[in-house]
């Protein structure tokens, strides 16, 4: 098992940035992939961004190219999301996801994804 606890959402102006945490702890080396998801209100959860155990590539959603990094500490256990630029579309709850299995790369369904943090809101004002 691998438990997920999320944390550094809150509420920004548009144009602004902030960086959100994601801790993993239990079987941590289990976590061969981790990705970030997010879900607007009203909408279904869409996927944001993927990274490897390694760390040495990334894949992203079109929508946040150029604006998001994702990246991981594996000394600390820990994957986080820069999120620049930010646009009020960019509103949701965002969710980090891991899963001990090694898919085809990127993996990007959010069914292949076994574990789940329990979100923190993001609120960008216009």
């Known amino acids: 098992q691998v438990q997920l606890v999320e944390s550094g959402g809150g509420l920004v102006q548009a144009g602004g940035s902030l960086k959100l945490a994601c801790a993993a702890s239990?079987?941590?080396?289990?976590?061969?992939?981790m990705a970030w998801f997010r879900q607007a209100p009203g909408k279904e959860r869409e996927f944001v961004a993927t990274?490897?155990?390694?760390?040495?590539?990334?894949y992203y959603t079109d929508s946040v190219k150029g604006r998001f990094t994702i990246s991981r500490d594996n000394t600390k256990n820990t994957l986080y999301l820069l999120m620049n630029s930010l646009k009020p579309e960019d509103t949701a709850v965002y969710y980090c996801?891991?899963?001990?299995?090694?898919?085809?790369?990127?993996?990007?369904?959010?069914?292949?994804?076994?574990?789940w943090g329990q979100g923190t809101q993001v609120t960008v004002s216009s």
């Open positions: 239990g079987r941590t080396f289990g976590a061969k992939r």
């Open positions: 990274i490897p155990w390694s760390g040495s590539i990334t």
């Open positions: 996801a891991a899963t001990e299995n090694y898919y085809s790369w990127p993996t990007t369904d959010q069914r292949k994804f076994e574990y």
